[in-house]
């Protein structure tokens, strides 16, 4: 398609702007029961989006799909830290530290694993990549958050 470079270069701008959003807001509503909603249902959401982006394959819908992934999971990181250092206050430290380690191997790997794909099957298949890890963390936090087991959740 011949489409401007920039806008084939804003979509990621979007997704970024989407995620400042996610993480001014999610810092006022900082409380568990709006955040671990937000991020459960926003992984999912988030990963709809960038996957329909990818299918349709349009420029402008593509950004704006891109902007709403970024609202929607923009809070994950922080919220993750924060509710993990709740959990186990005396290891606060040690866990972000293992959440930082484990999103910077994941982002060593990733473009590796993509350009693997976009080599063997084409670019655009590689792309549907994106969305793929915030699938699977909506349905890690389905599993682990109706885990009755989790130091700092409230027994009901």
Same mark, same amino acid.
């Given at each position: 398609?011949d $489409?401007?470079?920039?806008? #084939?270069?804003f ?5 970024? $702007?989407? =995620?400042?959003?996610?993480?001014? =807001?999610s810092a006022?509503?900082n409380?568990?029961?709006i ?6 249902f926003?992984s ?15 420029? @402008?819908f593509?950004i !704006?799909? @891109?902007? $709403? !992934?970024?609202?929607?999971?923009? #809070?994950?990181?922080?919220?993750? =830290?924060a ?10 430290g ?12 994941g982002?060593?790997?990733a473009p ?13 298949? !590689? ?8 699938l699977?963390?909506?349905v890690? #936090? ?7 087991? $989790? ?6």
């Amino acid at each position: 398609k011949d $489409i401007p470079i920039m806008v #084939a270069q804003f979509s990621a701008s979007a997704l970024w $702007i989407g =995620i400042i959003v996610s993480r001014l =807001i999610s810092a006022r509503l900082n409380r568990d029961d709006i955040i671990i909603p937000w991020v459960t249902f926003g992984s999912l959401v988030g990963g709809i989006f960038m996957t329909v982006a990818v299918a349709i394959d349009q420029p @402008y819908f593509m950004i !704006a799909c @891109y902007f $709403i !992934a970024g609202i929607t999971t923009g #809070a994950l990181i922080p919220s993750l =830290i924060a509710r993990v250092g709740k959990a186990f206050p005396a290891h606060t430290g040690v866990s972000a530290t293992m959440i930082c380690l484990f999103i910077t191997i994941g982002s060593c790997i990733a473009p590796i694993l993509m350009g693997g794909i976009a080599d063997a099957v084409g670019m655009h298949t !590689a792309m549907f990549m994106g969305g793929l890890p915030l699938l699977a963390i909506f349905v890690i #936090a389905i599993i682990g958050f109706n885990k009755q087991d $989790i130091p700092g959740k409230s027994k009901q």
